[in-house]
């Protein structure tokens, strides 16, 4: 166990034993991957490690067994990757995200390192299917949605090009909750990912450390030696980390995800337990434990809760410590660390880093002020996801102050430092206020999105247009003291996962069209263009999406009961539900069809399911109220024989990663319609566009960029700009007249208030409408008739089954430079200066 509260350490060589050490094995024995060797040594973890026999093993002890058997060629992966990063002294990239939405990873890791054919064969000797096993994995939700997707995605992408990386966490033991409908409505249960143990995780006792809550802030003044502070804890706990490999496309490269656990020191030794209070030594230990039980479920908006701000806290002064440790075993000085480390910030939830690595170099480590500045400015940069002011996360200043008494002090030190830079480049009081890192505004506040920004070297945002917007709103003053820190690395999604094994049948169609480099170089992709316009190639083509329409439509039916045809459009928006993705004016669209469908029946309307899914935060009413109503439109038109061949409306529940997987590849149309300048990127509009599916979406976020890659023909843009919502929200736009003036809007809309489909709650929804008359804050009233003619066109579209099929196909052809493989590279250039490719340091 290392300490680093309070003792300074001579910056030598620790003794510990640690990942380096333990994972330097002198030549790691390579594996046979043919079939027989796979069975037989299936057969020998059944035996050994789960004690059974094929007899008497469940389907479960054969994912166990499997599982096992190729968890044993990562590790040598592993072994390899780690032995060859220490030896040469590459740059480390350190990822903090208080989220890894990573999801299954048993096919991740096979289809990784080629070994689908060996394992499936393998399994078929035992009359075992490893399509029906890996489902019994439970999918590691340790992330709400988009943030920590991504941060899954460029772990994978990361080791897929070659980029030595941790990723650091928390090992949530619930991760996010369990979404059930009952009576239309959701209701939270939890998650319990850890129930059968976990395969895929080492723990790494050997690798804990001690964090740190409360107490005091002590003035240190020997004689001769200058006045230092020195933080005493009045708590503390126990971080400890567990290891899960993750492995890079043709198993090349495996990095390391570290996620921290937080444990009592020593419970037994707690003085309670002495004086035979065991209820009051296990109070202790709970309080200690539950810093990492749970996952806050909140995509945008700020909890404020302590514990919220103790995990943070926790992850990050326990990844400061591992990479300090690591640092000085290998080189002995922290002065280059950052040529050997770049950290990056996944948002604001770990800015915290930036005060406790100042406290570790500065009070544990000895160094001056300037120097230690500088170190921590290199080393850091930071990634903003949103500009929702609801979501830009602030603390009260008595809260910090009680819990991290010495990292408020240095936030005090950074802010004057701050400030003093602005006043001498002659910054005026109001862009004073705006850059500080205190609101003094809201009962004073520490804000994090600025302590992030002065920490860092390079801030960036999510797509082009979201990084604009940063720059003229949020970090207006900051951006104009530093003009060169912000820039753009759009978002990606990683074709291994969200291409070759969500989509096999797509992938060997393109396989045998174009040939295989592309699983190797994405970018080839772009050769299947010239196969848009080939009739042939079309149809096959559209015949895998029907099969991947057949696979979902067969999960609605197990699920929900609701038959659709695999002959409709499949018009799917699935993502966190929140106001400003409005999901509200897709289901008012789906009310308006309903209602045009039974008074025009003569019309040519298009079959078309709608399909829906997506969590609501348990505490965002409105949100909440969204799910309702979605399900209360399912309910009644599904039940209509008026309509029963043209429209059906599906909320499928619990939206995951796995469910993800096979929704993506069945999509004919992708939902991407929220208001223009509120959605940072998206990364579901990559997932669908790359699949083949079209897109409708407003000019937000990737969206701009998809259509600049994709070519206005190929996507179906509507709605008001980002300068236009602007525009409006300062004119106090309202809904009203519009809403008087649209028949189909206010028709949909009466029948909601009228209680259509809520006959048994008739005032279910009067708020959620009124708040469209009153106010339309989301514009969703401004963009419905443009949203209504773009599905129309759609339609329209959809008859020319030739057309659809052309676009589709360069949909795919046209997405490659969505891959996180490239906005890895462009991080591992212009801000981590690490990965193959960079300059030696
Ligand atoms: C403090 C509460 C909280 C928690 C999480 C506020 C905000 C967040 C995240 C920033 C929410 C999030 O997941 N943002 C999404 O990040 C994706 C990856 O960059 C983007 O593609 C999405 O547009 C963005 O909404």
Redesign the pocket.
């Known amino acids: 166990m290392t300490s680093a509260l309070d003792t300074p350490r001579p910056s030598s060589h620790s003794a510990d034993a640690d990942d380096d050490t333990t994972l330097m094995a002198p030549t790691p024995q390579r594996r046979q991957n043919d079939s027989a060797t796979f069975a037989s040594e299936i057969l020998e973890k059944l035996t050994y490690a789960i004690g059974k026999n094929p007899a008497a093993a469940r389907r479960h002890d054969w994912l166990e067994a499997t599982t096992l058997a190729v968890r044993d060629r990562i590790i040598d992966h592993w072994l390899e990757s780690n032995q060859k990063t220490t030896e040469s002294g590459e740059k480390r990239v350190c990822y903090l995200s208080m989220e890894f939405l990573i999801g299954r990873l048993l096919r991740d890791a096979i289809s990784n390192l080629g070994l689908t054919q060996s394992v499936t064969e393998a399994l078929a000797v035992y009359d075992v299917e490893l399509d029906m096993i890996e489902l019994l994995e439970p999918d590691a939700a340790l992330g709400?949605?988009?943030?920590?997707r991504?941060a899954a995605c460029f772990m994978e992408s990361m080791a897929s090009t070659g980029v030595p990386a941790f990723g650091y966490g928390i090992r949530y033991v619930h991760g996010f909750f369990r979404q059930e409908v009952v009576d239309g409505e959701q209701v939270e249960l939890p998650e319990n990912w850890l129930m059968h143990g976990n395969p895929w995780e080492f723990e790494r006792r050997e690798n804990s450390y001690e964090i740190g809550f409360g107490g005091k802030v002590a003035a240190i003044d020997e004689p001769g030696k200058p006045p230092r502070q020195i933080w005493r804890p009045g708590e503390r706990v126990l971080a400890v980390a567990y290891d899960t490999p993750i492995v890079g496309w043709r198993g090349n490269h495996v990095n390391t995800l570290r996620l921290w656990s937080a444990q009592s020191l020593d419970p037994i030794l707690l003085d309670a337990f002495n004086s035979g209070d065991h209820i009051g030594a296990l109070r202790e230990a709970n309080k200690a434990e539950a810093i990492t039980r749970v996952l806050?479920p909140?995509?945008?908006?700020?909890?404020g809760q302590e514990l919220r701000l103790r995990q943070e806290y926790f992850f990050s002064s326990a990844s400061l410590q591992d990479i300090i440790r690591r640092h000085l075993k290998a080189y002995g000085t922290l002065h280059n660390l950052s040529d050997k480390v770049a950290i990056q910030l996944n948002?604001t939830?770990p800015a915290v880093s930036v005060a406790e690595l100042m406290r570790l170099l500065i009070d544990v480590h000895g160094f001056a002020w300037d120097e230690a500045w500088t170190i921590t400015q290199a080393t850091f940069s930071y990634?903003n996801?949103?500009l929702l002011p609801e979501?830009l996360?602030t603390w009260p200043i008595h809260l910090f102050e009680r819990l991290l008494p010495r990292q408020m002090q240095i936030i005090y030190a950074i802010n004057a430092q701050t400030i003093r830079e602005a006043t001498q480049k002659g910054l005026d009081g109001g862009k004073i206020t705006a850059i500080s890192l205190i609101d003094e505004n809201n009962g004073r506040r520490v804000r994090m999105g600025q302590l992030a920004f002065v920490g860092s070297h390079a801030i960036n945002g999510?797509s082009a247009l979201h990084t604009e917007l940063m720059k003229e709103t949020v970090f207006h003053s900051l951006h104009e003291l530093y003009p060169s820190r912000i820039q753009n690395k759009t978002?990606g999604v990683t074709p291994r996962r969200w291409l070759m094994q969500a989509n096999p049948g797509l992938t060997a169609l393109v396989t045998d069209a174009i040939g295989p480099a592309f699983l190797d170089n994405v970018e080839k992709l772009a050769d299947l263009d010239a196969l848009a316009t080939d009739a042939a190639f079309r149809e096959k083509f559209m015949a895998v999406k029907l099969e991947n329409k057949q696979r979902l439509a067969k999960v609605i039916e197990e699920r929900l009961a609701i038959s659709v045809d695999p002959g409709a459009m499949f018009d799917i928006q699935v993502k966190r539900i929140h106001e400003y993705k409005r999901q509200f004016l897709n289901i008012i669209e789906a009310i308006a069809l309903y209602d045009q469908i039974r008074s025009h029946p003569e019309r040519n309307w298009q079959p078309r399911v709608k399909i829906f899914g997506g969590k609501a935060a348990p505490s965002y009413a409105q949100a909440k109220e969204i799910i309702h109503l979605i399900n209360d439109v399912a309910r009644v038109v599904n039940a209509d024989p008026s309509v029963q061949n043209l429209l059906k409306v599906v909320f499928i529940p619990n939206y995951n990663v796995s469910l993800a997987e096979i929704i993506m590849p069945a999509a004919d149309l992708s939902e991407q319609i929220s208001t223009a300048g509120l959605?940072?990127?998206?990364?579901g509009n990559m997932k669908f566009a790359l699949n083949g599916a079209l897109t409708i979406g407003t000019l937000d976020?990737?969206n701009v960029e998809m259509l600049e890659h994709l070519g206005e023909e190929n996507i179906y843009i509507f709605g008001l700009t980002a300068a236009e919502v602007a525009a409006r929200r300062r004119e106090a736009h309202s809904g009203r007249s519009i809403i008087e003036n649209s028949r189909l809007l206010r028709e949909a809309l009466d029948s909601i208030v009228k209680g259509v489909f809520s006959p048994d709650g008739q005032e279910r929804y009067a708020s959620l409408v009124s708040n469209l008359y009153n106010n339309d804050w989301w514009m969703i009233a401004a963009d419905f008739e443009a949203y209504w003619q773009t599905q129309r066109k759609l339609d329209d579209l959809w008859q020319d089954t030739p057309s659809w099929g052309e676009k589709a196909v360069r949909n795919t052809a046209r997405m490659s430079w969505f891959s996180s493989d490239r906005s890895i590279r462009e991080y591992a250039k212009d801000i981590w200066r690490a990965g193959p490719g960079a300059p030696a340091s």
């Open positions: 709400n949605g988009g943030l920590g991504l806050y909140a995509d945008s908006h700020q909890a948002d939830h990634t996801h949103t979501a996360e999510v978002n959605e940072a990127s998206g990364t976020g990737a």
